[in-house]
């Protein structure tokens, strides 16, 4: 797989596109195939939910890099987080 290289990525399999002052985040293409079929989404009270993806979670079986969850304030830096090569190396 390879992953989407405008994007960022956490330990823990989600990816986040930050864009000024809002990150974006969702769940990777390899969290997806580790958990299934996605069929159903309770997403927690933040700044933005994708709502639309609540009624239709099965977007996320499709192309989990586009189907963004929730959004964000951006309030630090980026530490921590991966880049495309180092999160591709994760998950070998």
Same mark, same amino acid.
């Given at each position: 797989?390879? +992953? ?6 956490? #330990?823990?399999? /989600? ?24 069929? +159903?989404? /309770?997403?927690?009270?933040?700044? /933005? ?6 009624? #239709?979670?099965?977007?996320? #079986? ?31």
């Amino acid at each position: 797989m390879s +992953y989407p290289a405008d994007l960022k990525y956490t #330990n823990d399999h /989600e990816w986040v596109k930050i864009d000024g002052a809002t990150a974006k985040v969702g769940i990777t293409d390899y969290a997806q195939k580790q958990l299934g079929d996605v069929v +159903y989404l /309770e997403l927690p009270q933040v700044t /933005e939910v994708h709502s639309a993806l609540v009624q #239709n979670p099965e977007t996320v #079986n499709k192309d989990p890099h586009a189907s963004w969850m929730i959004a964000l304030k951006v309030t630090g830096g980026q530490d921590g987080l991966l880049d495309a090569g180092a999160y591709t190396d994760l998950t070998k």
